[in-house]
């Protein structure tokens, strides 16, 4: 069987400098905020190029905490729209519904997955403050038009960055970097993957920094003195830890996806599946690598018999969750179209050739 992730083949190449960072972790005794989360916030800060990074408990974390700074910022209230993709995972909506802001959804391009820019200008109000931007599966939205979008209409543009780290616009800003402040996530399968939960926001505003890094501990100005009433949302020390080890591996990584996607496109050829549109290799990092076929339910049996086990990001869209039943009358046909055609094949650093060349093979001999 070809698995979709092996996540212990995946960590065990770090294994040595684990256990070598786990027993200096053990000889110092220092748990919580010291010196990991303080040099990964530096080292992030600067791979990503911005001023800031904040290390927080996870991504959803991240962007609710963006949303609450803001919103002591004075610059979000209690029921102000946010554009968001109506094609994401859910966690990108509970950020806005969470914090008492009201998601406004958009339909994606058809061919990128990502938010349509040319929909967007048709659901602004007055009441719109904000745009959340999703770099879904790995490749960044359209950076130019959503920045245009919002410096034209006075918005926030905010990054939903859990997929795409390492990605770089042609500017060569990378993701984290092209917003007013992003969010990400450190979950396990991510190209940047702790041992755990773990994410972060990065910013150049240093007063948004300031209260992210208040609100995540407490809401603390000192430490018997509350400024905010915050939340427990740290990075723990020696998650922190292991994602500066697998830091200095990320962009070597994210090459070898690179080239497993390119030989995915170069070779797979068949009139049943749709391959991904990619713009510029560079700003997309292939976190999940999703073709699409309008006979997905039956490809992806013929894959499991042929012993290539595939995954569906994401097979509910969320208009039609019952979490959020309040929208389940709405009619999202492109994101519905996405929903119920894509399939995510295998694709990380450790794919064999064989492998790879094994999947196009039953990819091209579907019928």
Request: aromatic share 14%; hydrophobic share 45%; charged share 25%.
């Given at each position: 069987?070809?698995?979709?992730?092996?996540?212990?083949?995946?960590?065990?190449?770090?294994?040595?400098?684990?256990?070598?960072?786990?027993?200096?972790?053990?000889?110092?005794?220092?748990?919580?905020?010291?010196?990991?989360?303080?040099?990964?916030?530096?080292?992030?800060?600067?791979?990503?190029?911005?001023?800031?990074?904040?290390?927080?408990?996870?991504?959803?974390?991240?962007?609710?905490?963006?949303?609450?700074?803001?919103?002591?910022?004075?610059?979000?209230?209690?029921?102000?729209?946010?554009?968001?993709?109506?094609?994401?995972?859910?966690?990108?909506?509970?950020?806005?519904?969470?914090?008492?802001?009201?998601?406004?959804?958009?339909?994606?391009?058809?061919?990128?997955?990502?938010?349509?820019p040319d929909k967007i200008v048709k659901v602004i109000s007055p009441k719109t403050k904000a745009i959340l931007g999703v770099h879904l599966y790995g490749q960044l939205y359209n950076v130019e038009q959503l920045e245009r979008i919002a410096k034209k209409h006075g918005l926030l543009l905010i990054e939903d960055a859990a997929q795409c780290h390492g990605a770089v616009f042609l500017d060569g800003r990378k993701s984290g970097n092209v917003s007013d402040a992003a969010a990400f996530s450190f979950y396990p399968t991510k190209n940047l993957g702790a041992l755990g939960d773990a994410g972060a926001v990065t910013t150049n505003n240093i007063e948004l920094a300031n209260i992210i890094l208040s609100l995540r501990n407490y809401g603390r100005k000192s430490t018997y003195e509350n400024e905010f009433k915050g939340y427990n949302c740290r990075l723990d020390?020696?998650?922190?830890?292991?994602?500066?080890?697998?830091?200095?591996?990320?962009d070597s990584d994210n090459n070898k996806r690179r080239e497993i996607a390119k030989y995915y496109i170069d070779n797979i050829n068949s009139d049943i599946i749709l391959l991904p549109f990619i713009e510029n290799m560079d700003n997309h990092v292939f976190h999940l690598f999703v073709i699409r076929s309008n006979k997905r339910n039956e490809l992806k049996e013929y894959l499991k018999i042929k012993g290539i086990e595939t995954l569906i990001h994401y097979p509910i869209p969320i208009h039609q969750q019952k979490a959020y039943e309040e929208f389940i009358n709405m009619r999202f046909p492109v994101t519905e179209q996405i929903h119920n055609s894509v399939l995510s094949i295998p694709l990380h650093p450790l794919l064999s050739s064989s492998d790879s060349k094994r999947i196009v093979e039953a990819l091209c001999n579907f019928e």
């Open positions: 069987m070809i698995e979709f992730l092996n996540l212990k083949s995946i960590n065990r190449q770090f294994e040595k400098e684990f256990k070598e960072k786990f027993a200096c972790f053990l000889d110092q005794g220092k748990y919580i905020l010291s010196e990991e989360v303080h040099s990964f916030e530096k080292e992030y800060a600067a791979y990503c190029g911005t001023k800031y990074c904040i290390g927080v408990s996870n991504g959803l974390d991240a962007l609710k905490l963006i949303f609450e700074a803001y919103k002591i910022l004075g610059v979000l209230s209690n029921g102000d729209e946010v554009i968001v993709p109506a094609n994401t995972y859910i966690a990108s909506i509970l950020s806005c519904s969470n914090l008492n802001l009201k998601p406004v959804f958009v339909e994606p391009n058809i061919l990128t997955f990502n938010i349509d020390e020696i998650q922190a830890a292991f994602l500066r080890i697998k830091l200095k591996y990320l």
